[in-house]
């Protein structure tokens, strides 16, 4: 395998972005709360509700008293809003099996609600500088088409963490950069559909561009369209719930004008078996 790490490193301190989660002194809990933010949501979007949440929810502690209420109210529009519900439990797991610090074991992290094997390795290794491979969908992209010679990543996972294993330089510092270096680098070169190889600091040892660029599959599942679907349901429902602060609404109150009424009570039934709404004697609220 080609040395990949040195200009992957090289060039990410001259081109990485200026994002809050990069910056000295975030800290693991301001790096917890980006990462499940980031999980299904665009940067751009995240940042501003970032520091709104962490502004009024400074510590894990902080949260964990709130109502989970509360944090899907805060939530607003990221959108998969169960993981406004899940940080908020992972907030009192934390406070109560860890003293309110956020773990650093990758194996205690997985134990939180929420948190699976990339944001287990990314709080690992960009809030506490330890060793592992952090493998997202950017960083997938980059190791299948650098590394494997394909053009999309294929299915397995796994495969992909233990190519980034042997990317990493045995620095443990430099393994971090080289980590965030690989995400950053898909993010804005290596993209799915546009890939600027005349940019990229990869360009000479690149597997898939050495070969021609073939078309060698596209196995990703694809994102259902919003529009209509029982998606959008949902987020008209606690949109309506988010806004009424004061009291419950009765059932017929909640998107009661909703043009398919059998996608309305789907979209409210599947909020109440995912908790994040309650139904109390027919009235709707979100979780106290
Ligand atoms: S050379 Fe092109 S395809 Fe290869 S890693 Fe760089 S941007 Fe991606």
Redesign the pocket.
């Known amino acids: 395998m080609p040395d990949l790490a040195l200009p992957l490193a090289a060039w990410y301190r001259d081109n990485a972005r200026d994002l809050p989660w990069r910056r000295a002194g975030f800290g693991a809990w301001g790096t917890l709360v980006s990462e499940f933010m980031l999980q299904q949501t665009p940067v751009s979007r995240v940042v501003p509700l970032l520091e709104a949440w962490l502004a009024r929810w400074p510590t894990p502690g902080a949260l964990a008293t709130a109502a989970p209420a509360d944090a899907v109210r805060q939530w607003a529009n990221l959108g998969y809003p169960r993981r406004a519900l899940w940080l908020h439990r992972a907030a009192v797991e934390i406070r109560d099996r860890h003293s309110g610090v956020v773990p650093r074991d990758v194996d205690d992290l997985l134990a939180l609600t929420g948190i699976g094997d990339y944001t287990a390795r990314a709080v690992a290794v960009f809030a506490y500088g330890d060793r592992h491979p952090v493998v997202d969908t950017n960083t997938r992209r ?1 190791i299948a ?2 590394v494997q010679g394909r053009s999309q990543p294929g299915p397995a996972a796994k495969r992909d963490l233990v190519d980034m294993a042997a990317l990493l330089p045995d620095d443990v510092a430099e393994s971090a950069v080289v980590n965030a270096a690989a995400m950053e ?1 898909g993010a804005v ?2 993209t799915a559909r546009s ?3 005349e940019v ?1 600091p ?2 000479d040892r ?1 597997a ?2 050495a070969a021609g660029y073939p078309d060698t599959g596209d196995t990703r599942t694809k994102q259902a369209r919003y529009e209509g679907s029982d998606r959008q349901a949902r987020g008209a429902v606690l949109k309506v719930l988010r806004a009424a602060t004061t009291h419950d609404l009765a059932a017929d109150e909640v998107i009661g004008d909703w043009a398919d009424p059998t996608q309305r009570d789907r979209a409210i039934d599947s909020l109440i078996a995912d908790g994040l709404v309650e139904a109390i004697d027919g009235r709707l609220r979100l979780p106290r």
Do not use: G, I, M, T
């Open positions: 980059v088409r650098a680098l070169v290596c890939p600027r190889c990229c990869l360009a690149c898939w561009r």
